[in-house]
């Protein structure tokens, strides 16, 4: 499965972006996108890659990082076999690439990817 995300771009402080992530490829690996658990990351410059969201396979659970929890909404369309991440309120420490993951999970209490990844989309916050 190909992931192409999008929506990237430049906002100010307490500005608002919507990210989506697209899966595409054949149609039996299409067809298992419902099937993943589906998260995103980010990279902020000169730091690790962290997790930012994930949503489980029909999206009746979600999960945020303490630092995005209550403006930052993640869901999920599995017939379009796409991932969306809505992010309101945001601050100068949100800029960073974000990628789309599939296959995320978590293990021993924290995310981890899995080992799919989109290309990644910049967002850039400007205080």
């Known amino acids: 499965v190909h992931l192409v995300e999008s929506g990237g771009g430049s906002v100010q402080a307490g500005g608002s972006l919507a990210l989506s992530c697209t899966a595409s490829g054949t149609p039996d690996s299409v067809s298992d996108f419902k099937y993943y658990y589906m998260g995103w990351f980010r990279r902020a410059p000169g730091k690790e890659r962290e997790f930012v969201a994930a949503i489980s396979w029909l999206g009746v659970s979600t999960f945020y990082a303490e630092s995005v929890k209550g403006r930052f909404a993640i869901s999920r369309d599995n017939a379009k076999n796409m991932v969306f991440l809505q992010m309101n309120s945001l601050k100068a420490e949100d800029t960073a690439v974000y990628y789309c993951?599939?296959?995320?999970?978590?293990?021993?209490?924290?995310?981890?990817?899995?080992?799919?990844w989109g290309q990644g989309t910049q967002v850039t916050v400007s205080s």
């Open positions: 993951n599939q296959g995320s999970e978590m293990f021993d209490s924290k995310w981890s990817a899995g080992d799919n």
